[in-house]
Structures are given as C-alpha cells and as structure tokens.
C-alpha cells in the first residue's frame, strides 16, 4: 500500500499487517511531521507483535523493548535528540539483537539510525486522514 489515504483505524489495520509482513530482523522507519500519527502506528504495529496492549511511546525513555512470541520488537523515538551524536548514547547493540528495530524520527539519529527495511511516512491529509506511503 503507498499513498494511501487512511484513518486512524486504517492507519492501525496497515501497521498490524505489515507486523505480521516484517521478517525476523527487519529495520522499520517511521516517518513524519508532530501528530501525523507515528505513535498510533506504533502502538497497533507493537500490540499486533507482542499481543499484549503494549506500545506506549518511548518519548521520555526514548527506549522500549516489548517481549511477545514471535520476538522481541524495540522502539527506539528519536524525537528528543538534540543532535545526532546524542544517539550515541542509545542501546544501539541491543537494537542489533531485537527481532525488529522500530525507529520513530530516525532522520535525528542521523548516521547511527541503521537502514531500513522499510519506511513508513505519514502525513496530515485532513483532520482525521492521513496519507501514509510504505516504502522498502
């Protein structure tokens, strides 16, 4: 799916099919401006992972690992760095070692935010839409 016009529940639907899509491994990139629905994303792709009603934001942690049967899934929000050297600081080994890396804000990790396997870009569309793009 790429440029779609979603709601909130379309946006949800896409994350948990894609959770279901990722292969062991896999690097997902979340993009897009403030409130264009990364973290609604996030929260439906890491329930769909873990089958747990987990998938808060890590704004203030920066990083969550959430446990399930098929794996360990890590999100990492970059949002608070200051500067890519900041990332430096982040558990990037054990974001080696998750069974799928999900980075909100990558573009602020700058270098050290590894390449992905897929990114998704959300956009505002309207009040209640937005356009989402899955890219590989």
């Known amino acids: 799916m790429s440029g779609s016009v979603l709601d909130e529940r379309g946006v949800s639907a896409l994350a948990k099919r894609l959770a279901s899509e990722l292969p062991t491994g896999a690097v997902l990139w979340l993009?897009?401006?403030?409130?264009?629905?990364?973290?609604?994303?996030?929260?439906?792709?890491?329930?769909?992972?873990?089958?747990?009603?987990?998938?808060?934001?890590?704004?203030?942690?920066?990083?969550?690992?959430?446990?399930?049967?098929?794996?360990?899934?890590?999100?990492?929000?970059?949002?608070?760095?200051?500067?890519?050297?900041?990332?430096?600081?982040?558990?990037?080994?054990?974001?080696?070692?998750?069974?799928?890396?999900?980075?909100?804000w990558p573009d602020r990790a700058g270098s050290w935010a590894p390449s992905p396997d897929r990114r998704v870009h959300l956009h505002h569309q309207g009040e209640h839409t937005r356009r989402v793009e899955v890219l590989p």
């Open 31 to 104: 993009e897009g401006e403030l409130g264009a629905g990364k973290t609604t994303f996030a929260r439906a792709f890491i329930r769909a992972r873990t089958g747990s009603g987990g998938g808060t934001s890590p704004t203030y942690g920066l990083v969550h690992r959430h446990a399930g049967p098929r794996g360990d899934t890590l999100h990492l929000d970059c949002y608070r760095l200051r500067a890519p050297e900041d990332a430096a600081d982040l558990d990037w080994e054990g974001a080696a070692n998750a069974d799928i890396l999900l980075i909100e």
